[in-house]
């Protein structure tokens, strides 16, 4: 420590970082901040960066594949509904041909379809009593794709039989 008397200007230091200035009087503490290495702050910046994009791309490719799967829910839901309505018409063209027909089962191939998948048409005609020529007919679709999943259909209504003119004697 070092003191000087009867002079207007001295300093005192007693301790590192610590100085008494005469014409300010203040004690004044000298910091010192040291900066980390920017060569780990921004290892640490590019790993939380790196962290944030996965979890999106995660995010993005589940929604992606969700999206997926939901569109070819909606397909095989369509193309059972078209199976149900193509077998109502060909009941309806068997009744015509004949008012015996009781119903079938209908198996229509992948090739047939032309997007690898099966389809199961179960088709059943029923006589209404009150009316002879009116029938219900009943039809259940199931389409298999894939041989794991399996989407069904099933549709009933009523068919009106039509006799063509050799029948009716005209």
């Known amino acids: 420590m070092h003191y000087t008397f009867g002079v207007r200007h001295f300093k005192l230091q007693s301790s590192p970082g610590y100085v008494l200035d005469s014409t300010s009087v203040l004690f004044r503490r000298r910091l010192k901040f040291e900066v980390p290495d920017p060569r780990g702050l921004v290892l640490i910046v590019v790993m ?100 794991v999943r399996s989407t069904r259909q099933s549709k009933v209504v009523s068919v009106e039989i039509k006799h063509s003119s050799s029948e009716t004697g005209s």
């Open 48 to 147: 939380v960066c790196l962290v944030v994009f996965t979890m999106l791309g995660g995010v993005l490719l589940k929604l992606a594949l969700t999206e997926q799967r939901q569109s070819r829910l909606r397909e095989a839901r369509l193309q059972a509904e078209w199976l149900a309505e193509s077998a109502i018409e060909r009941a309806a063209a068997r009744l015509t041909q004949s008012a015996e027909y009781t119903g079938e089962t209908w198996n229509v191939s992948a090739d047939h379809l032309g997007d690898g998948a099966a389809g199961i048409v179960t088709i059943e005609v029923d006589p209404v009593e009150a009316r002879a020529n009116l029938r219900h007919v009943r039809v259940r679709v199931e389409y298999q794709r894939d041989g």
